[in-house]
């Protein structure tokens, strides 16, 4: 008789976005003459930059043309000119990597999930509540023990490291999905240090680092002393440079960063993670990897910051809107993400619903992100700026 992965039988049935996605279909059925403005989920609007889909058109003529075509790359971790452009990136904010380091993917969260398929199941796992549901689920899959963070009001929803508490693996995410929190570099270095006390290994998910826009806070945990001995970064260029459709992304795991095997020898997290990646995925394709390139010219940064500039302009309309209104959030300036407080007292299911009925304006219920949710919702600033300027006069009307 087969045998099933019964730790799926633990998780929710549901996955957050699929409960949205049915409140607001059978809203939108019974009210098909009542527009939503949509500012839940965090897909993007604005297209794709033009020097982006003029090098993909250009990498798709090259593929059929017979002394241009191009199969598997040979590595499996990504074309060089890719890598070689993603370094020089990370350069013009003080970080030095290898290309070696870098291994090319097609999302952020495809690697934040399929990263815990080279660590043992008896790890402990340390995840900041609240979270991108990606990072709790994938472990749940895998039958390990989880425990929490709390990020919360009182820290300004940026959990520290106790050090009464061991943990293996850590999830980290700046700025914060779903609080729009940004941790300083004092505070990265706090965990990069209970990280090397605990010889554990810290997972950091960086894919909004393009909207920090204060040069005092770090870009990537590499920016810290240390931290290429302990830590994994996983970045993406969904929401940097709207490559949601087309996906595409990457890893870094410094050569530096080595494990104890049960033998007693070092092995290194880099290697295996290439031994993984060589079994079970073959790649982005050439076409979307000259696409990806193309973000990191001069040319495509100026092009991608104009659409930065533009979901940014959204996050402040919404940040001056509940300034107005007088409810405590977070984010908002170096975030796409706003994080407020319900008003009222209402819970966050209840603020759902209440925005829906009343407004149609549609968020996400922090609930959805773990305990330290309740009471707390997400907007995001990936909508039209005509779409959030009504939104905020809605929200305006109703609680003013």
């Not at 209440?354 to 149609?360: G, R």
Request: net charge negative; charged share 20%; proline share 4%.
């Amino acid at each position: 008789m087969v045998k099933i992965n019964e730790n799926f039988l633990s998780m929710e049935k549901n996955y957050l976005f699929i409960d949205i996605a049915k409140k607001v279909k059978a809203f939108t059925e019974a009210h098909p003459d009542k527009p939503l403005i949509r500012m839940g989920i965090g897909d993007v609007t604005l297209p794709l930059a033009p020097v982006v889909v003029e090098a993909i058109k250009k990498a798709a003529d090259e593929m059929g043309v017979k002394e241009t075509f191009r199969g598997y790359e040979d590595s499996g971790a990504g074309y060089d000119f890719l890598r070689e452009a993603i370094a020089d990136y990370y350069k013009s904010f003080g970080v030095s990597l290898n290309i070696a380091d870098i291994r090319v993917n097609d999302g952020a969260k495809s690697d934040c999930g399929n990263i815990t398929d080279i660590f043992g199941d008896g790890n402990t796992v340390l995840v900041t509540d609240p979270a991108y549901p990606v990072y709790v689920d994938s472990n749940v899959m895998a039958g390990r023990k989880i425990i929490y963070a709390d990020s919360n009001e009182a820290n300004g929803f940026a959990a520290m490291p106790d050090s009464s508490v061991h943990a293996d693996i850590i999830y980290l995410c700046s700025p914060n999905n779903p609080t729009g929190s940004v941790y300083t570099k004092e505070q990265l270095a706090a965990w990069v240090d209970y990280a090397l006390i605990n010889e554990a290994v810290i997972i950091f998910d960086s894919a909004y680092e393009a909207f920090i826009s204060d040069a005092s806070l770090p870009r990537s945990i590499y920016a810290v002393p240390g931290a290429k001995k302990c830590a994994i970064e996983m970045c993406s260029l969904s929401k940097t440079a709207g490559f949601t459709g087309t996906r595409c992304g990457y890893t870094v795991i410094p050569e530096e960063l080595t494990v104890k095997a049960s033998d007693g020898s070092d092995v290194s997290l880099a290697q295996i993670w290439g031994r993984r990646q060589g079994s079970k995925f073959n790649g982005v394709s050439y076409p979307i990897q000259r696409g990806a390139e193309a973000v990191f010219t001069p040319e495509g940064q100026r092009q991608t910051r104009e659409a930065i500039d533009y979901y940014r302009k959204n996050a402040r309309l919404m940040a001056d809107t509940l300034t107005e209104l007088g409810i405590n959030f977070t984010g908002g300036i170096n975030s796409p993400y706003v994080w407020l407080k319900c008003p009222n007292n209402m819970g966050s299911w209840e603020f759902f619903d209440y925005l829906l009925d009343n407004i149609q304006v549609v968020g996400t219920p922090g609930e959805g992100f773990g305990k330290n949710g309740a009471g707390w919702f997400r907007l995001t600033a990936f909508n039209t700026y005509e779409n959030t300027e009504e939104a905020m006069n809605r929200l305006k009307k109703l609680l003013g």
